[in-house]
């Protein structure tokens, strides 16, 4: 019994010891300077090229934590996942979906039909650069402006960057990432090509495997991963690398090196016809798993919230769904998949309702931050899309992207009060914005208003005016009265509010 007590008690210190952190919160989460690195650069046609703009700085070394793994079929439900944070002012039944759903009006109330959500698409695609609807992706695009997106988003940054070993890159390690970029074999018109994803995999800064972090003695935060990109996603490819093993590709919201082995090539008639396909299964749940299986292309697949696979049958207590893989020339084929029918799956999108959406932000609570998706997981801005991609509203990858789609509310230069105004007239489900960090809003109770997001750090003000922090790393529950590293509140931290269908 000595022992265990023992044992107990160093594992603690231990965990203690690696959540230190002097770093800004996910929230406050430092946006990439475009002095020292490319950031959300802003493009026309063919598509837009931007960089991970939402940067955790900490000062420790964190060990990298798998998100909760779930047995296949099923997910997170809105009950919170064990071993949640102790956040000031949150109690353990604010950490319920139900609870907020209780104090919203109108819960289930439709507040978009499905032919609505697709004329707001609509807009958003014909208004944004950054956003290419994918049944318009171009049959030929200029090599100039390729070739230009290459080196926007593929450039050296000018701070100092550590290798996943811990070794300082040098110039000579930047030459050998420029010389797979390929650039000498850019034709000045480029043939696009077409594929779609056989599996979960990450968009990077370079076409190559290699990792970049700002201290070797934090490797929690891949600074060249871009974006994690679903099964199932419609791919343009513009360019492959020197060794062929990298295209440059563009999907819906974004535009950086993608795996080749993860794209199945195919023709542009059998893009349209996945893109037709009326009948799909949807993933509800925070994510599934597809079955073991012998052919290793479709054998436990993670299947991210928001994934939607051609439904080839109903059956009793299953689907059966046409699934993406690559036969041995690359080329695209469909396999039958069979996924247990659960909650965490189903037949064509939810409802958007302000209900639907709060349920659907819960099943993440307590998932580990994912930088760009690092760790199976997501990050801020990630988080917020997969909520909303199971209503099939489409959204920018970016914070600071999505903060520009249509119904968009600045709060810039807004009074505090103004503010307060604005948010106590906000749905909850609403997504607030700062420079590098989402959140969503949940509602205001005892006079406090809440927020859950995908978090690092928030910090909390003590009494003499120091700042305490509150070290998350994981989706949570917070107050909206919290602060930044800086100390600033983040009430008047934020830029914008985006409450989707309000009218």
Sequence with gaps: MRNTIILVTALFLIFLSACKTTGEDAVNITTKIPSQEPSEVEVQSPAPTSQKNETVETSEPVKETEPVNVAHGKTTTD?????????????????KAQFWMNLSKNGDEIILSKEEIRRYNDINFNKLPFLTDPEKFPQSVSGRKVLQHIKELSTPPQSVRYDESGKKYQEADYDALRENLNLSNIPELIKVKYGITVKRTLMRTWPANKEAYDNPKNMRNDLFTETAVYPA???????????GKWYFAHIYNYMAWIPASDVALCSWNKIEEFLSNKEKLVITGAFIHTPVSQDKRVSGLQLDMGVALPLKSDNNGSYTVSFPAADGMWNLEYLDVMITATDSVQRGYLDYTTGNVLKQAFKFLGETYGWGGMNNARDCSSFILDIYRTFGIKLPRNTGQQE????????????RQDRLDIIDGLRPGSVLYMPGHAMMYLGKWQNRHYIIHDVATVYEKTGDGSLKPVVLYQVAVTPLDVCTSKGIEYLMALTGVVSIGSK
Excluded: C, F, W
């Design 79 to 95: 009950e919170p996942r064990n071993n949640l944070p102790q956040v000031p002012g949150v109690a353990k039944e604010m950490q």
């Design 233 to 243: 996603e419609p791919v343009a490819v513009y360019h492959t690398s020197e060794d």
């Design 404 to 415: 520009q789609v249509e119904g968009a509310i600045s709060l810039r230069g807004k009074s």
